[in-house]
């Protein structure tokens, strides 16, 4: 789910910031806190999925219809 979310955000980012946007500096990652997860003392329930800007690439490649593997 986190990845679809990362895609829309790179999308509007994309839209807005135009040639000044860098995925690998404005796109961070996702962060999940699960609640059964918050009495250990070493995660405190948190986790952390960092952006693949390769990733977000390959999703929108396939959402704009030309295949996660065409280069272009």
């Given at each position: 789910?986190?990845?679809?979310?990362?895609?829309?955000?790179?999308?509007?980012?994309?839209?807005?910031?135009?040639?000044?946007?860098?995925?690998?500096?404005?796109?961070?990652?996702?962060?999940?806190?699960?609640?059964?997860?918050?009495?250990?003392?070493?995660?405190?329930?948190?986790?952390?999925?960092?952006?693949?800007?390769?990733?977000?690439?390959?999703?929108?490649?396939?959402?704009?219809?030309?295949?996660?593997?065409?280069a272009?």
């Amino acid at each position: 789910q986190y990845a679809l979310y990362t895609l829309a955000l790179h999308r509007l980012l994309k839209h807005r910031l135009g040639a000044s946007y860098r995925p690998g500096q404005h796109l961070g990652g996702a962060v999940y806190l699960f609640l059964r997860g918050c009495d250990n003392p070493d995660t405190r329930g948190v986790f952390f999925e960092p952006a693949s800007p390769a990733l977000v690439a390959a999703l929108d490649r396939l959402f704009a219809g030309e295949g996660a593997d065409d280069a272009g």
